[in-house]
């Protein structure tokens, strides 16, 4: 199997890994808690971010490559960007996550009150 035969997503915490031709999960590696991945594929890696930390993976095996905690960036959302990467954009995707925390944020205060 080839890195282009997989289609990789972020969900929930983690990556998974998917045939390209049947949809069959090939593997799942969790990150951290459970909160919004971004991910990209370059040079045979998969970079990952989660919980303001990012993740390098194999992106056969889905095993951890390396991984930085981004000390003293706290746990928000995270980017990334990469000669490989710079056509594409998550802005959409990361308004939406951020819409739906405050979203739930209003919720929780207006339950409380």
């Known amino acids: 199997m080839k890195t282009s035969d997989l289609v990789f997503v972020g969900i929930k915490g983690s990556v998974v890994a998917l045939d390209r031709t049947s949809g069959q999960q090939v593997w799942v590696t969790h990150l951290k808690g459970s909160d919004f991945v971004n991910v990209v594929v370059q040079n045979d890696t998969v970079l990952a971010t989660c919980y303001g930390e990012l993740f390098c993976l194999d992106p056969l095996t889905g095993t951890g ?8 960036f706290g746990i928000g959302l ?18 939406a996550k951020r819409r739906r925390d405050e979203e739930s944020a209003a919720a929780a205060t207006a339950a409380t009150a």
């Open 78 to 95: 995270a980017t990334i960007a990469t000669a490989g990467s710079l056509g594409s954009s998550n802005a959409p995707l990361l308004a």
């Open 65 to 72: 490559l390396w991984q930085n905690p981004l000390k003293g």
